[in-house]
């Protein structure tokens, strides 16, 4: 399956923005799940859902400021982020798993990976 991440871009502190992840196929048999990445800094875990009974799995660094959510039948993950703060600048990635492991947030447990989304946020 392949994935797009969209709705990026700047915003102020204390803003929102709500990312889109579309995918190519059916995602239903997949745990799926947000990443980002900061200039200079390695990829970290955001968030993560299960691929069906909704689950849902954070970073502490964004618990109650963002919401990972999913709809299996438009293909579709989001990321509600509110109350943005500028250390979420990053470009956002979604990707996807078939890991009975997924809500641990590694990387290498993810292997389908859409190209990303930049989100700025300033201060």
């Known amino acids: 399956v392949q994935l797009q991440a969209s709705g990026g871009g700047l915003v102020q502190a204390g803003g929102s923005l709500r990312l889109t992840c579309t995918a190519s196929?059916?995602?239903?048999?997949?745990?799926m799940g947000w990443f980002r990445q900061a200039p200079g800094k390695e990829r970290e875990f955001v968030a993560t859902?299960?691929?069906?009974?909704?689950?849902?799995y954070y970073a502490d660094s964004v618990k109650g400021r963002f919401t990972i959510s999913r709809t299996n039948m438009k293909n579709t993950v989001y990321l509600q982020m509110n109350s943005l703060k500028p250390e979420d600048t990053a470009v956002y990635y979604c990707?996807?798993?078939?890991?009975?492991?997924?809500?641990?947030?590694?990387?290498?447990?993810?292997?389908?990976w859409g190209q990303g989304t930049q989100v700025t946020v300033s201060s």
């Open positions: 990707a996807a798993s078939s890991s009975v492991a997924y809500y641990s947030g590694r990387d290498n447990l993810y292997n389908n």
């Open positions: 196929g059916r995602i239903s048999n997949y745990h």
């Open positions: 859902i299960h691929r069906s009974d909704g689950s849902t």
